[in-house]
């Protein structure tokens, strides 16, 4: 299915491919962009909570055609090398990437910080898009 110039957001609520993964909460496709939402608590593997932070060139890649779209914009996170530390293991942080827009039809992606990364990297395979699924943004 087909839905051209819509903004749609997807509410997904999907974990990384690592148990410290922020939450993949949503994928908005508006005709200018695509904008990712994330959620991250903090774990206590980390004295402090540990740090974060993303790749310069985390993209979103169309798994069936292999298109790529590299991050233009990062919110709310630091972009790597730099780094936020965390005060305390109960600190959260919400931030979002922007992408360039994606085509609104059927697919499955993924999103990746890091190729062949390891499980503190934040990548999520196989995201089914259904266009149908999508909530129409007035």
Known sequence: MTKKNKKLVFHLNMLGHGPSNPILLRINLFPEFTKVDFGYSTTELYDN????KIAPDTFIE???YKERYTMTKAVGIT???ELR???????????????PPI??????????????GTPNDFNYYNVDMKMGEGVEIL
């Open 103 to 116: 085509p609104q039809k059927d697919c499955v992606l993924s999103i990746v910080e890091v190729e062949n």
């Open 49 to 52: 909570g540990g740090w974060i």
């Open 85 to 99: 530390n965390f005060e305390s293991k109960k600190d959260w942080q919400y931030f979002s990437l922007y992408f």
């Open 79 to 81: 972009v790597a090398p």
């Open 62 to 64: 169309n798994v069936a």
